[in-house]
């Protein structure tokens, strides 16, 4: 599967942005996907996960509550909703597919098997 992340920006503190990560390729409901950011000069970091359904999903901490992902397999595309967005959110967001059958907690960089570009997202204070 190819993956092609889309939708960063630059936006005010307090301000929204949605990502998108569109696929192609092999069927898109058969991969967990998810998103990773890594800030200038840090580690990446996982963000947030979608099962292949969209049932579930899981977040890092600091973005619970003010992130949402979704997913519609008909468009194969998942989706990043940023809201409340703050200047520790300046990162390069990357989406991320692992082909398996299961769910879990699925947050490091090793379970995904194919890796999108990054779109970069600033946020200005």
């Known amino acids: 599967v190819q993956l092609q992340a889309s939708g960063g920006g630059l936006v005010q503190a307090g301000g929204s942005l949605r990502l998108s990560c569109a696929a192609s390729g092999r069927r898109f409901s058969d991969y967990v996907v998810g998103w990773f950011r890594q800030p200038l000069g840090k580690e990446r970091e996982f963000v947030a996960g979608?099962?292949?359904?969209?049932?579930?999903?899981n977040y890092k901490d600091s973005v619970a509550g003010r992130f949402t992902i979704s997913r519609d397999n008909d468009k194969n595309t998942v989706y990043l909703q940023m809201n409340s967005l703050k200047p520790e959110d300046t990162a390069v967001y990357y989406c991320?597919?692992?082909?398996?059958?299961?769910?879990?907690?699925?947050?490091?960089?090793?379970?995904?098997?194919?890796w999108g570009q990054g779109t970069q997202v600033t946020v200005s204070s």
């Open positions: 991320a597919a692992a082909l398996t059958f299961f769910w879990r907690n699925y947050v490091r960089q090793t379970d995904y098997d194919y």
């Open positions: 979608i099962s292949r359904d969209g049932t579930n999903t």
